[in-house]
């Protein structure tokens, strides 16, 4: 596993399928907000940016789409494609999702309240 990708646990039976990320074992930082993105066109692209201070935590819960990070000297490139996989995005690391799939859903968890200033949007 790498240093980016989480593997969530998920309990399933009858009923369905549950996937959870709760504590220190599962999430890396504390939420303070949360968002979803959805209904992306073909071919755009969301993100392209980087937090000064704040963590994220990314999962496709629907279809799937590519998360690419960069942070100083070096890159990681992941298929998101089930709602067990998470991308940890630590502060002054460049994210750019793309290659959405009509019905993808991301789910991104955040450690602070939106502040513009906290965002840089020109590529590392």
Not at 89 to 99: A, G, L
Request: glycine share 8%; charged share 25%; proline share 6%.
């Amino acid at each position: 596993m790498s240093r980016h990708l989480l593997r969530l646990p998920t309990f399933a039976d009858a009923r369905g399928a549950l996937t959870i990320a709760e504590g220190e074992e599962c999430l890396p930082f504390p939420i303070a907000r949360y968002f979803v993105v959805r209904d992306v066109p073909a071919g755009e692209t969301r993100g392209r940016h980087q937090q000064l201070e704040g963590h994220e935590l990314i999962s496709c819960v629907a279809g799937a789409c590519t998360v690419e990070l960069r942070w100083g000297d070096g890159e990681a490139t992941y298929r998101l494609d089930s709602p067990e996989q998470a991308v940890h995005v630590p502060p002054r690391t460049w994210v750019e999702c793309r290659e959405f799939t009509a019905d993808a859903v991301l789910l991104v968890l955040c450690s602070n309240a939106y502040d513009r200033r906290d965002q840089v949007g020109e590529r590392p």
